[in-house]
């Protein structure tokens, strides 16, 4: 079992910034792959990026390439997303996922965090 937790969401304009946080328990966190999705209201839960464990293979869902950088520090068990240029259809509460192989179907997470609310307002 591995136990995430979110932070850094808020409120903000387009074309701001924003840096997400997850936080891993546990010294497995770098036995697995990492992802983070997104769910907006009465939308499905989609993939924005996944990372391997040793963050040497990084996958992109198309609306986050060039604008969304994934990155882990395993030294602190922690998961990054940053995440730039935002626009309003970003809008969605933001997810940290664990699996064994970088998940980009919801189905294969195998543990979730709790979410963390990002809001961008036109």
């Known amino acids: 079992q591995v136990q995430l937790v979110e932070s850094g969401g808020g409120l903000v304009q387009a074309g701001g910034s924003l840096r997400l946080s997850c936080a891993a328990s546990g010294r497995t966190f770098s036995m697995y792959a990492m992802s983070w999705f997104r769910q907006a209201p009465g939308k499905d839960r989609d993939f924005v990026v996944g990372i391997s464990s040793s963050g040497g293979t990084i996958l992109y869902a198309d609306f986050a390439k060039g604008r969304f950088t994934i990155s882990r520090d395993n030294a602190k068990n922690t998961l990054y997303l940053q995440m730039n240029s935002l626009k309003p259809e970003d809008t969605a509460i933001y997810y940290c996922?664990?699996?064994?192989?970088?998940?980009?179907?919801?189905?294969?997470?195998?543990?979730w965090g709790q979410g963390t609310q990002v809001t961008v307002s036109s």
């Open positions: 996922a664990a699996s064994e192989r970088i998940a980009t179907m919801q189905g294969s997470a195998r543990s």
